[in-house]
Nanobody
Framework: QVQLVESGGGLVQPGGSLRLSCTAS????????MGWYRQLPGKQRELVAR??????????DYVDSTKGRFRISRDNVKNMVYLQMNNLQPEDTAVYFC???????????????WGRGTQVTVSS
């Protein structure tokens, strides 16, 4: 099992930016697809963005509501994945979870590994 630890959440004003980070340990990172989910208040968790493993070219995929505003990336030397979030809006307020799976397809529906989550609050 891969251990995932998030950081970088916090309070930001509408229109602001945050970068979330996630450190992975305990697995073969270059073979591992990574993603970010979020859970809005009173809602189920939803996929935000995902990135394929390094050996398959680090292709990215986003949910429609974040396209053009969020960017997922990975550092295969540091075993980290990032989520750069720009032009944040109150509806982005949620707990954000780092996730991972050796299958990119499975990552999109039911990831094997989850971090504990980090709170992002967008408010004036």
């Amino acid at each position: 099992q891969v251990q995932l630890v998030e950081s970088g959440g916090g309070l930001v004003q509408p229109g602001g930016s945050l970068r979330l980070s996630c450190t992975a340990s305990g697995g073969v990172f270059n073979n591992y697809a990574m993603g970010w989910y979020r859970q809005l208040p009173g809602k189920q968790r939803e996929l935000v963005a995902r990135i394929t493993s390094a050996i398959t070219g680090s292709r990215t995929d986003y949910v429609d509501s974040t396209k053009g505003r969020f960017r997922i990336s990975r550092d295969n030397v540091k075993n980290m994945v990032y989520l750069q979030m720009n032009n944040l809006q109150p509806e982005d307020t949620a707990v954000y979870f780092c996730t991972g799976d050796y299958s990119f397809a499975t990552l999109g529906v039911n990831p094997a590994d989850w971090g504990r989550g980090t709170q992002v609050t967008v408010s004036s």
